[in-house]
């Protein structure tokens, strides 16, 4: 009987659970060994007996997971039907990635209706409630298609952007021009860091010829006050993944698109710093392109490919093309679509699944990697 009272002196709640379910177990025995020579209780006694067993074995102890949900393009005056899935799924982090409405004005009173028209979404603001929210933007909720550092408003936009993401007015990337900044999930050896890059306030004009943009080697996309961040943010990071987020698509090329490839230079000095810093497990993640795809590129100094995952659009979507990309996994999906990133601590490895799900919450595309490593506390 001296069992029950003292399963508190376990150490964890699971172990109490077993300490609890074992000690109950032995004085199930006790009573049945003293009821055994009678006959008419024996076959319920074996029975509670077969039950207890079972709890004690099938126990398992929980796996810590964190999942992050994401994406991109979505016209605050469309229909939004992904964010019942989007609820639905419980992510521990919300993350746009830019085009999160589409304002394509110059007139800040214009734009901020429309953040006030996104903000009255029912559903989002459901999401708002239960879920932390973060992100970064592109040309559509910036100022106009294709803007750069050349918008005369930028200022402006920045602080009704950091509005709509509910960032306090004492934030310091209040105080800087651009709105990158970082943001970290989890604690300890179970921590995600979001690197929010802005590609928009700082990017040189694209090199326009015939309405063709061609690539503009002399042009940058962050400037240099947010390069020097950037590389200090890469170096000192001691998550066990990093997240590179980024308005524009990194690693695509051979189209006439306005990504990264746009401004080779600039590309390639964003995946050489990766190379020179060597954050651990960096994966990119990305949106406006109107469809979803998988991209992997092999860099110095990582055992394993980087990958990039594209979410986008959530409120429209264009026809998939198999051409302009030689990094592209698989092929791309034309639907509306929003990304999902779960992070399983498995001990001495992570593993992390990516997904493009749909409407539905169907996995459109799935990509799993395992990362190796001590990562229990």
């Known amino acids: 009987m001296f069992v029950v009272p003292i399963y508190w002196l376990a150490p964890t709640p699971l172990a109490q659970g077993l300490f609890f379910t074992f000690g109950n177990l032995l004085l199930l025995r006790m009573v049945i060994g003293s009821y055994m020579m009678k006959s008419t209780l024996k076959p319920l006694l074996m029975l509670a007996l077969l039950l207890l067993k079972s709890l004690l074995v099938t126990a398992q102890p929980d796996i810590p997971h964190t999942r992050i949900a994401f994406g991109s ?19 521990d982090l919300w993350l746009w990635l830019g085009d999160n409405i589409y304002a394509d004005t110059h007139d800040m009173d214009t734009l901020a209706s429309k953040y006030h028209r996104q903000l009255r979404q029912p559903l989002y603001i459901q999401l708002l409630q239960t879920t932390p929210v973060t ?5 559509h909720d910036f100022g106009y298609n294709d803007a ?13 952007f950091l509005d709509f993401m509910g960032i306090p007015d004492t934030a310091a990337v209040r105080r800087q ?6 943001y970290t999930l989890g604690e300890g050896p179970r921590k995600v860091k979001i690197i929010l890059l802005d590609v928009r306030y700082h990017r040189d004009k694209l090199l326009d010829v015939f309405g063709l943009y061609l690539p503009n080697y002399a042009g940058d996309v962050l400037g240099e006050a947010q390069w020097q961040w950037l590389e200090k943010e890469l170096a ?9 987020a980024s308005g524009l698509q990194v690693l695509p090329n051979g189209h006439a698109y306005t990504n990264w490839s746009a401004f080779p230079s600039a590309r390639k000095r964003l995946l050489h710093l990766l190379e020179t810093t060597r954050p651990a497990n960096p994966i990119l993640l990305s949106g406006d392109r109107h469809v979803g795809e998988l991209a992997k590129i092999n860099l110095q100094g990582y055992t394993q490919p980087i ?14 093309s198999t051409k302009g990309n030689k990094y592209r996994v698989g092929e791309q999906v ?3 679509n929003f990304g999902l990133l779960d992070v399983t601590w498995q001990g001495s490895s992570i593993e992390v699944t990516m997904q493009i799900r749909g409407v539905g919450n169907e996995a459109l595309i799935e990509q799993q990697l395992t990362f190796t490593g001590n990562y229990t506390q």
Not at 148 to 160: C, I, N, T
Not at 177 to 182: E, F, H, K, P, T
Not at 236 to 244: C, F, G, K, T, V
Not at 307 to 320: A, L, Q, V, W
């Open 236 to 244: 000192s990071s001691d998550a066990q993944i990093n997240l590179i």
């Open 73 to 91: 393009c979505n016209d605050q005056d469309d229909p939004q039907p992904l964010w019942a899935d989007i609820l639905a799924a419980k992510p």
């Open 148 to 160: 750069g550092k050349e918008f005369e408003k930028k200022a402006q936009s920045q602080a009704l």
């Open 177 to 182: 021009a651009g709105i990158y900044r970082s």
């Open 135 to 139: 992100g970064t933007w592109d040309d």
């Open 307 to 320: 990958y990039e995952i594209t979410s986008s659009g959530m409120t429209h979507f264009r026809k998939p």
């Open 334 to 336: 034309g639907a509306l």
